[in-house]
């Protein structure tokens, strides 16, 4: 009967709040003359217990010594850049992929992005998230409107990305959709 309840009050708290209640949406009010009001809702990261996450990666990428279960299919929940770090810094070298490096270079957008999430297609993957908004930013004062980040400067920081994540460190795939890039490594 135990498990019966606990498969329950599971289901029950997945269901009672969108996403399983891993993220918060925040919907701006955005000035007359913006685009569509869709591009004005933002998915801001929660905090996570990172020993949980931790366990998480661990399992996904078969780290723990003996362990005879892994996922080659995963992703974290959207998290923060400071979240996220450590644990892109458990996978110390899978094929081209070095944790050290990227995870480095993932610091290094803290307060530039509206979060990202980590995981594994086959091998390791990061799809960043990018704002629309200046107060869409991780760590932004979202109680204040911000100003509007142009297409042009969403295109500049993809370029950088792009500079970085594939010139520098090496990832085989590198894509761009709106405000959603995937970084992928074989």
Same mark, same amino acid.
């Given at each position: 009967?135990? !498990?019966?309840?606990?498969?329950?009050?599971?289901?029950?708290?997945?269901?009672?709040?969108?996403? +399983?209640?891993?993220?918060?949406?925040?919907?701006?009010?955005? !000035? #007359?003359?913006?685009?569509?009001?869709?591009? @004005? =809702?933002?998915?801001?990261?929660?905090?996570?217990?990172?020993?949980?996450?931790?366990?998480?990666?661990?399992?996904? &990428?078969?780290?723990?010594? /003996? $362990?005879? &279960?892994?996922?080659?299919?995963?992703?974290?929940?959207?998290?923060?850049?400071?979240?996220?770090?450590?644990?892109?810094?458990?996978?110390? $070298?899978? =094929?081209?992929?070095? +944790?050290?490096?990227?995870? #480095? #270079?993932?610091?290094?957008?803290?307060?530039?992005?509206?979060?990202?999430?980590?995981?594994?297609? +086959?091998? !390791?993957?990061?799809?960043?998230?990018?704002?629309?908004?200046? @107060? $869409?930013?991780?760590?932004?004062?979202?109680?204040? $409107?911000?100003?509007?980040?142009? /297409? #042009?400067? =969403?295109?500049?920081?993809?370029?950088?990305?792009?500079?970085?994540?594939?010139?520098?460190?090496?990832?085989?795939?590198?894509?761009? /959709?709106?405000?959603?890039?995937?970084?992928?490594?074989?």
């Amino acid at each position: 009967m135990k !498990p019966i309840m606990a498969l329950f009050t599971l289901l029950l708290l997945g269901a009672s709040t969108e996403g +399983g209640g891993y993220l918060v949406e925040v919907k701006s009010v955005p !000035p #007359a003359a913006a685009e569509s009001s869709d591009r @004005h =809702n933002l998915t801001l990261p929660l905090e996570v217990d990172l020993q949980v996450a931790e366990s998480f990666v661990r399992i996904g &990428f078969g780290l723990k010594k /003996d $362990q005879r &279960f892994q996922s080659y299919e995963f992703l974290t929940p959207r998290l923060r850049t400071a979240q996220a770090v450590p644990l892109i810094r458990l996978i110390k $070298q899978y =094929n081209g992929f070095n +944790g050290e490096r990227v995870a #480095a #270079a993932v610091e290094k957008l803290r307060g530039r992005i509206s979060g990202l999430e980590f995981g594994r297609e +086959g091998s !390791p993957v990061l799809y960043i998230e990018l704002p629309h908004w200046s @107060h $869409q930013r991780e760590e932004a004062d979202t109680s204040v $409107q911000g100003t509007r980040i142009t /297409d #042009a400067e =969403n295109d500049r920081l993809v370029e950088e990305l792009r500079q970085v994540f594939v010139d520098e460190l090496k990832a085989d795939e590198f894509g761009a /959709d709106g405000r959603r890039v995937r970084v992928w490594w074989d």
